[in-house]
């Protein structure tokens, strides 16, 4: 006969950390997935430096024997791609003649593009990484104030902020942790969702069409570009960055094509025009894509049409409004169209004001459309059209097209017959 001998058996006990004077001591809690979230924001950053910072270094080894460098060295030329950061989130860059405040807003897609990428490979589960990561891209831009603090320099830090939100909040997608509470619960009207998608179609439709007008301008010049591209007479690294440059400069290009399509127009240098109500042109800076805009006798400066894209668009956004809610009320139908205008109309405004202010001294300080008349003509051209659309094709106004067309009918009726009675009279 065999016997078991268990081990003996004891009852766990807690042990507490004691303080210096006999509490107990409480352990800090970070944010679950701190660390990804911070290495997100670090590696969003760094490569978005390293965009401008690397091609700048480069280009300055390619010149290095140009005897216009002076005794600019490689750390002036990283402090020149330090200061395209800033520019790319929006800084307004002042030098001693000359301000430079368009936005190059190719780079500021890149960068919210990096900020999403990397937030989606750190696989955030909550808010509070999110968080980490987006104070860590800002943080970490304020630290290049030391590299390069030309003035201005720091209102970049606030696009940084926006950059990182909505790259954040767009790496997020599909995988948004669940509102706590009653936020959970609570959903916004279908006619409101609605409004918000029919901004971003409307705003999404009109840079398409002015993409269009921007591709058939650069087919229409492209000799001309080619023979100001071979005047520069670069050098291989030199050409790569002027090429890089101008792909950078193609989202801001066609701001200006959707200023020249909705009828303001835009400018490059003071004095002049490029709208449909005519061309007024001057002195260009040497860049090979500006052989793209039109001349003062060309027929792009005379055309009378400058609505019907802004127009057509407007009759898509309301056709859209009503097929997502085709028993609303008219009143939600018209609240929704509305609505989306004005957020067009102010999306369109912010895109005008990135792409306008200053690119150089004397004359170049005044480049690009004017944000309000912008706003303007979007806001009376898409409005104008979903408006009709709304009110056109809404089942309310049949039936009360039905109505009215019966009570002129039986009016039309009831005379008759009073006319045929007193006649038989």
């Known amino acids: 006969m065999t016997t078991t001998a268990r081990p003996p058996s004891y009852q766990p006990r807690l042990i507490e950390h004691v303080g210096d004077h006999g509490r107990s001591g409480r352990a800090i809690r970070l944010p679950a997935q701190w660390l990804r979230g911070l290495l997100a924001g670090a590696e969003a950053l760094m490569l978005g430096w390293l965009v401008l910072v690397v091609p700048a270094i480069a280009t300055y080894i390619a010149t290095a024997a140009s005897p216009a460098l002076g005794s600019a060295g490689w750390v002036e030329a990283a402090q020149m791609g330090t200061a395209g950061w800033f520019l790319a989130h929006g800084a307004s860059l002042h ?67 926006v950059v990182a939100v909505v790259g954040s909040v767009w790496g997020m997608r599909g995988r948004y942790p669940r509102a706590p509470g009653a936020l959970a619960r609570w959903r916004l009207p279908q006619w409101l969702r609605l409004a918000g998608r029919a901004t971003w179609r409307a705003t999404a439709a009109l840079l398409a069409v002015a993409t269009a007008l921007l591709i058939v301008a650069v087919a229409l010049g492209f000799d001309q570009i080619v023979q100001i591209q071979r005047s520069l007479q670069a050098d291989p690294v030199s050409t790569v960055v002027i090429v890089l440059a101008q792909v950078v400069l193609l989202p801001v290009l066609i701001v200006w094509a959707l200023a020249f399509l909705l009828g303001p127009g835009f400018t490059v240098g003071a004095g002049t025009l490029f709208s449909t109500a005519g061309i007024e042109s001057g002195p260009l800076p040497v860049i090979p894509v500006l052989g793209a805009l ?36 008219l ?59 709304v009110i056109g094709l809404h089942p309310g106004t049949h039936r009360a097209l039905v109505r009215l067309v019966q009570w002129v009918r039986a009016q039309v009726g009831a005379r008759a017959s009073a006319e045929a009675g007193s006649a038989k009279d």
Do not use: H, K
Request: aromatic fraction near 6%.
């Open 331 to 389: 009143w939600q139908s018209l609240a929704g169209a509305v609505l989306a205008v004005v957020a067009t109309a102010a999306l369109v405004g912010g895109l005008g004001w990135l792409s306008s202010g200053g690119v150089g001294p004397g004359a170049m300080a005044v480049t690009g459309p004017e944000p309000f008349r912008m706003a303007l003509a979007v806001a009376w051209q898409v409005g104008s059209g979903a408006t009709v659309a």
């Open 95 to 161: 030098g001693a003649d000359a301000a430079i405040s368009v936005t190059p807003l190719g780079l500021t897609v890149l960068y919210t593009f990096l900020v999403s990428a990397a937030v989606r490979r750190a696989r955030l589960v909550n808010w509070a990484p999110v968080l980490v990561a987006i104070c860590t891209y800002v943080a970490l831009g304020a630290l290049l104030l030391a590299l390069a603090t030309p003035p201005g320099a720091p209102f970049g830090l606030i696009g940084a902020g």
């Open 294 to 329: 039109p001349e003062p006798d060309s027929l792009a400066g005379s055309l009378p049409l400058t609505a019907g894209a802004g127009v057509v668009v407007g009759l898509l956004v309301g056709w859209w409004l009503l097929r997502g809610q085709r028993q609303a009320p």
